[in-house]
């Protein structure tokens, strides 16, 4: 079966210092990942996704299919960053969604 | 564009009676999929509406049910409320042309929060 699991339910860490919010996922076909994020009073919303192998707002993650995961990471946090952030697996047009790790950055 | 627009924000239903919560697609998007998201969880998918008809379902009773109209807008019910089933319900749309641009990306709406008592 199709499972996305995010270990931390909350990261809390400095301006400045690297974040990375880890994402492991069980599919058995060939995974299409996304990140979604939902800053406070805001709609959850489109960060990235690893097909387009972009940077948004500093953060990147990058597939690794043989550790099955798909870790959010960025070399230095902004307080704007802190927001919960959801990693899904597209399961043909059927996303299956991590429970969400809230993250934290202190001034 | 609005985007994707749900209604109503907030309700307060009691057990056993019935819901009907309302989603408009971001323009030019033509696939609504419905999700339940319980207080501290991820979105759950329930099921997804293209062309007027379900085309996948996530692991729901038939209490929940659903209908998409000709200009793409869509409605989830849901029948004999049961206290678990207060959660925000998050409607997102998507398109399922592959050569869009933005494929398969969802758009969600603000979400309807319903509560059962």
């Known amino acids: 079966a199709q499972r996305v699991t995010q270990p931390e339910k909350l990261l809390s860490v400095f301006k400045g210092a690297p974040v990375e919010l880890k994402c492991n996922y069980s599919?058995?076909?060939?995974?299409?990942l996304f990140w979604y994020v939902q800053y406070s009073r805001q709609r959850l919303q489109l960060l990235l996704r690893?097909?387009s192998r972009e940077s948004i707002k500093g953060f990147t993650a990058d597939l690794n299919k043989g550790e099955t995961s798909f870790h959010l990471k960025k070399p230095f946090a902004q307080e704007e960053d802190s927001a919960m952030y959801y990693c899904a697996l597209d399961h043909g047009q059927n996303f299956v969604f991590g429970p969400g790790t809230r993250l934290s950055v202190l001034p | 564009d609005a985007g994707v627009t749900q209604s109503p924000t907030h309700l307060i239903k009691t057990r056993g009676q019935q819901v009907t919560l309302r989603c408009s697609p971001k323009?030019?998007?033509?696939?609504v999929s419905w999700y339940q998201q319980a207080l501290g969880q991820g979105p759950q998918f329930i099921f997804q509406y293209y062309e007027e008809e379900e085309r996948q379902r996530g692991n729901f009773p038939d209490r929940f049910s659903g209908h998409q109209f000709p200009n793409y807008s869509s409605e989830l019910n849901v029948n004999a409320l049961l206290l678990g089933d207060s959660a925000l319900y998050l409607c997102a749309s998507s398109s399922l042309d592959r050569a869009h641009s933005g494929a398969n990306v969802l758009t969600f709406g603000a979400g309807s929060r319903l509560t059962v008592l």
């Open positions: 323009s030019g998007h033509d696939t």
């Open positions: 599919y058995s076909g060939s995974p299409e």
């Open positions: 690893h097909i």
